[in-house]
């Protein structure tokens, strides 16, 4: 991503050193492991969305009551174990994505679908607002048929609904997603004035007002 996601002005260092010991304690973390019986019982599902910085992608779905947690990552490129560093050349064929954890039981597949599209845009390719390559490209990768066959139906609904001269966000099924390295895990809560300034830089809000209004 542009040079904007490493700058900031220097009046502002100490207030994010400030923000950082205030919300470092609610960075949860590692990710509780997923238990084959939990599994099993229906406990807990995974829905995996690529929607450009990942960064940006974790605050919108952290808020869902039945999301149990969310892990920056990449997906469906052909190096095995890919660094940030890799990944960002755009040589490795994956793209920046969050894995998603949740209660079915308190939040469906569809209702994270809704939230997915409203915070991407859906008209470009290899890219999403100021970042460009196919590293960022838009994608819903799922997990089963049925996953599958309800990604299909909301991206013709949004076709349909005549909204956009076009869609090319893809429905692919999932490969393997690796986990980013850990500074890119909560980075918003980290980092809040990082990524704050980085969002508004690189009009991401702007822009997905004018896509999908308030």
Sequence with gaps: MFSARRILPIALVAALFAAAMYTVAR???????LSDEAMQANEVALATFAGGCFWCMEPPYDE????????????GGTTPNP?????TTGRTGHTEAMEIRYDPSKISYQELLDVFWV???PTVDDRQ?????NQYRA???YHDAEQKALAEASRQKIIDSGRF????????????????????QDYYLKNPLRYKFYRY??????????????
């Design 64 to 75: 869902l009551d039945g999301v149990i947690s969310t892990i920056a990552g990449y997906i």
């Design 119 to 121: 915070n991407i845009d």
């Design 139 to 141: 994608g819903i990768f």
């Design 27 to 33: 960075s949860g973390g590692e990710p509780t492991p």
């Design 165 to 184: 001269d076009r869609v090319v966000t893809e429905v692919t099924p999932a490969s393997t997603f690796y986990r980013a390295e850990e500074y890119h």
């Design 201 to 214: 830089n690189c009009g991401r809000d702007r822009r997905l007002e004018e896509l999908w209004g308030d």
């Design 129 to 133: 607002f100021c970042d460009k390559g």
């Design 83 to 87: 660094t940030y560093g890799q990944v």
